[in-house]
């Protein structure tokens, strides 16, 4: 099977980031590498279980290849990892940028904003936040 190599920072990707990261003492800015390749194991995890279930849609916008996330997150995200009061040593995910000033918790959770950026349809994003801000704006 072939593999795609995106980089979500290129220009052809439209973005909505805010570049707006909160300035926490328990948190800390890391390197994109990590995210992109739990972004990567989301996206072709998600391909896989839609195409076992016979869902067809996401396999026919991004074909049946591989994709494996290189250079950065979309501009104006920022990858977090925010550390836990002690005893407690893991941290936690924290990607920042959105324009509700939200954030995502995992790379699963900011898979279906990566993929509304890369069918160019940011408009029409389906996570989590971009829905809440869709309804704030209808009750407004």
Known sequence: MSTIKVD????????????????????RVEPD????????????RKMREAAKAGIIALRDELGTAE???VGNLPSGYTYVR???AAPDTRRDIRIY???SGGFFESGAKFMPHVVA??????S???CKLCEQMRAID???
Do not use: Q, W
Request: proline residues 11%; hydrophobic residues 35%.
């Open 97 to 99: 940028g959105h324009p």
């Open 124 to 126: 029409y994003c389906c």
């Open 8 to 27: 979500l920072s290129a220009p052809i990707y439209p973005s909505d980031g805010t570049g707006i990261v909160p300035n926490k003492p328990n948190e």
């Open 82 to 84: 925010r550390g836990r």
């Open 33 to 44: 590498d990590e995210i992109l390749r739990a972004l990567s194991h989301a996206l072709n």
């Open 138 to 140: 209808a009750r407004a």
């Open 67 to 69: 994709y494996d996330f």
């Open 117 to 122: 950026m890369m069918m160019l349809y940011p």
